[in-house]
């Protein structure tokens, strides 16, 4: 259980969502209220145990909470922006766009690359049958 203890001033900490995981990386500025309200490096507030933000009044939360920092965080919050990135990029994305067709296929072959040098899911993974499996 995460308790007030866990966290220091200067101590690097992750914003979890309570569905996706890692949201966020942030740094604990100070603490204030007495040591009960924890501020972080991206302005927000939390109680000093980091199971709610310091605003919330009621008494069912089912926010974000803040945790320890663990090395595997910062991956997965890098790999979960980009993702998003490359959503927004490619939502707004239509022949009108001003981006130029070299362009487009330079980040095409990248993905291509990318996708080229994954490992190939055996039937079981992909989840086909014996007849989808022979094509």
């Given at each position: 259980m995460t308790t007030a203890a866990?966290?220091?001033?200067?101590?690097r900490v992750t914003i979890h969502n309570?569905?996706?995981g890692p949201q966020s990386v942030a740094v604990v500025e100070r603490f204030t209220h007495d040591k009960?309200?924890?501020?972080?490096?991206?302005?927000?507030?939390w109680r000093a145990d980091g199971r709610r933000q310091w605003g919330f009044r009621g008494s069912y939360y089912k926010g974000p909470v803040v945790l320890p920092f663990e090395p595997s965080d910062e991956a997965y919050?890098?790999?979960?922006?980009?993702?998003g990135a490359l959503r927004k990029f490619t939502d707004g994305l239509t022949m009108d766009s001003t981006i130029s067709a070299e362009a487009l296929r330079r980040i095409l072959d990248v993905v291509e690359r990318e996708t080229a040098a994954l490992?190939?899911?055996?039937?079981?993974?992909?989840?086909?049958?014996?007849?989808?499996a022979e094509g």
């Open positions: 866990n966290f220091a001033v200067g101590a309570s569905q996706s009960r309200c924890m501020v972080l490096s991206d302005g927000t507030e919050v890098g790999k979960r922006r980009s993702i490992p190939k899911p055996t039937a079981v993974e992909s989840h086909a049958t014996p007849d989808q």
